[in-house]
T-cell receptor, first 116, second 114 residues
Framework: AQKITQTQPGMFVQEKEAVTLDCTYDTSDQSYGLFWYKQPSSGEMIFLIYQGSYDEQNATEGRYSLNFQKARKSANLVISASQLGDSAMYFC?????????????FGRGTSLIVHP | DADVTQTPRNRITKTGKRIMLECSQTKGHDRMYWYRQDPGLGLRLIYYSFDVKDINKGEISDGYSVSRQAQAKFSLSLESAIPNQTALYFC?????????????FGPGTRLTVL
């Protein structure tokens, strides 16, 4: 079975600084995808970034980058130049390619608060 | 207009009532999903459908049923609602092979069962 672990229930960052949100995963699949989603207080789930397990370069989407360390099974989200609007819950997720692992698995989330 | 819509957005009901939550999408995706979110537990998959004739149970399907009426429509039913089904429900869609089958979510339905 695959598993996602987000060990930081809450994080605080000063506006304009960078912040890293941790995510570790466990899977027996050789091919899998890793995702990050943002959930602001309004409740919607917003897709941020995707990393494939065979992608050699770390994914980047604007101010978001995914620090993918395959050997450590980690997929940390880095937000550069934090903005007040980045305050939200952030969820790490993964899905494999075979059998039950194709069902997406989500972590329990990290609450990020950006201070002015 | 939103690509994935859910109706209703909020619903309060009583124990034992039948409830249907509806999801529609204009993204043209074949794959659709229903999740529930409880505080501190992240998202858990209830049912998923990879095409109109394909329905699969997810992690927590007991007490729920679904219907895929068309490629663009996927509804979730609670046949006899109970209080521990109080949660935030999300519909999602994905396109096979696109960005690892990335899912795109609707705005959610807040369901309260009294």
């Amino acid at each position: 079975a695959q598993k996602i672990t987000q060990t930081q229930p809450g994080m605080f960052v000063q506006e304009k600084e960078a912040v890293t949100l941790d995510c570790t995963y466990d899977t027996s699949d050789q091919s899998y995808g890793l995702f990050w989603y943002k959930q602001p207080s309004s409740g919607e789930m917003i897709f941020l970034i995707y990393q494939g397990s065979y992608d050699e370069q770390n994914a980047t989407e604007g101010r978001y980058s995914l620090n993918f360390q395959k050997a450590r099974k980690s997929a940390n989200l880095v937000i550069s130049a934090s903005q007040l609007g980045d305050s939200a819950m952030y969820f790490c997720a993964m899905r494999g390619v075979s059998g039950g692992s194709y069902i997406p698995t989500f972590g329990r989330g990290t609450s990020l608060i950006v201070h002015p | 207009d939103a690509d994935v819509t859910q109706t209703p957005r909020n619903r309060i009901t009583k124990t034992g009532k039948r409830i249907m939550l509806e999801c529609s999408q204009t993204k043209g995706h074949d794959r659709m999903y229903w999740y529930r979110q409880d505080p501190g537990l992240g998202l858990r998959l209830i049912y998923y459908s990879f095409d109109v004739k394909d329905i699969n149970k997810g992690e927590i399907s007991d007490g729920y049923s679904v219907s895929r009426q068309a490629q663009a429509k996927f509804s979730l039913s609670l046949e006899s609602a109970i209080p521990n089904q109080t949660a935030l429900y999300f519909c999602a869609t994905s396109d096979k092979g696109s960005r690892g089958d990335t899912q795109y979510f609707g705005p959610g339905t807040r369901l309260t069962v009294l």
